[in-house]
């Protein structure tokens, strides 16, 4: 792994679905409940390294919480929701989630995904899904750097794919 | 490289990350139908050397369906809009038959000269 430019796989990340109608009031309760943060636009990230709000569609947004607490705040929103058309799933085990940082992280997605990463189109607070080489994947952008998520089946392939991608970074970078 | 942009997540999509839904806005035949018409639903597709409207899907993205219209030629493309309707916007067409005064919808036609 070289120094500009760190993969690493991040255990333990607690992420819950959150779909229905984002327009409504008790959407954006049960979002403030569990992270006290406010509703996202479109393709926004809200929240740091560790925790936040994702907008993944029009009905959809990741809820990103700390692993021990996924259960409980599950249940928060299955309360505050009651009686309305939601679905709050617990998707933490389903996921794969990786930290992409250093000088070169930029050039590590642009290589494996078809992203404007330039600074003045992909900056903090970015949300996007898209395509990783081969398999569907997503990713935002906090002040430290990137976070990565795929499916845990393909976690293996996504790992070996960064790690390859910020290899072939070192100097060659575009970005930097 | 098509790229069209998601009109649900405002994305530019390259065509890598979409999944192509062929021809937009057919009627659908089911149970009760003739079979001729049950047949056309079913097989009978538009393939126009031109304008062409069309059925994509942001499948690596927000996942939702859409509509876009390009030409199947020079790949130019016009606009995307939302799969909630039955016939592309007005100010669409507009906007095709400036730059193809040949062209109709359903009729097709006025390919790039
Ligand atoms: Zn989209």
Redesign the pocket.
């Given at each position: 792994m070289s120094e500009m430019a760190q993969v690493m796989r991040v255990n333990a990340r607690g992420m819950i679905t959150l779909r229905g109608d984002l327009m409504s009031t008790l959407m954006k309760k049960s979002i403030k409940t569990v992270t006290g943060l406010g509703m996202p636009t479109s393709g926004q990230f809200l929240g740091n390294g560790t925790s936040g709000v994702a907008w993944m569609?029009p009905d959809e947004l990741l809820l990103v919480v700390p692993y021990a607490d996924v259960a409980k705040f599950v249940s928060q929103i299955d309360s505050t929701m009651k009686d309305q058309h939601y679905l709050a799933a617990d998707v933490s085990d389903a996921r794969a989630v990786f930290s992409v940082s250093g000088t070169n992280a930029r050039d590590v997605l642009a290589r494996v995904c078809p992203v404007d990463l330039h600074p003045g189109s992909f900056c903090i607070g970015q949300f996007r899904r898209t395509r990783m080489a081969q398999v569907a994947a997503a990713f935002w952008m906090h002040d430290t750097g990137f976070d990565v998520v795929c499916f845990q089946s393909v976690g293996d392939y996504v790992q070996d794919l960064l790690t390859q991608a910020a290899e072939n970074a070192v100097g060659a970078a575009f970005y930097t | 490289m098509l790229i069209f942009e998601?009109?649900?997540?405002?994305?530019y999509?390259d065509e890598t990350e979409l999944q192509a839904g062929g021809e937009a806005h057919l009627k659908r035949f089911g149970p009760g139908s003739d079979d001729e018409s049950f047949e056309g639903y079913l097989f009978m597709r538009k393939n126009p050397k031109g304008v062409h409207l069309e059925r994509w899907r942001?499948s690596f993205?927000?996942?939702?369906w859409?509509h876009a219209a390009r030409c199947t030629m020079t790949l130019e493309v016009f606009g995307t809009y939302s799969a909630q309707t039955l016939e592309p916007p007005k100010a669409l067409v507009e906007k095709i038959k400036a730059k193809r005064p040949k062209w109709s919808w359903r009729e097709f036609g006025g390919a790039a000269t």
């Open positions: 569609s | 998601c009109p649900y997540c405002g994305v999509a942001h993205g927000c996942g939702k859409f």
